[in-house]
């Protein structure tokens, strides 16, 4: 599984969590820090990421 953490999240997590999600990665790292949500997720969906976010907006998109 590959998760994509958002801009409202550490990149750090990205290193942390490297060993259990090795394919993951950061909003800041993918070139998405200053893009909108439905860019942000229109790009997980073509990139097959998990968005990880604190960011109720989400839910919305996904329903």
Do not use: Y
């Amino acid at each position: 599984m590959k998760l994509l953490f958002d801009q409202n999240l550490s990149p750090s997590l990205v290193k942390q969590l490297a060993d259990l999600f090795p394919e993951s990665s950061h909003t800041e790292l993918v070139g998405l820090a200053k893009n909108g949500d439905r860019s942000i997720w229109q790009f997980c969906l073509k990139e097959g990421f998990v968005l990880v976010s604190k960011d109720n907006d989400f839910g919305f998109l996904a329903a």
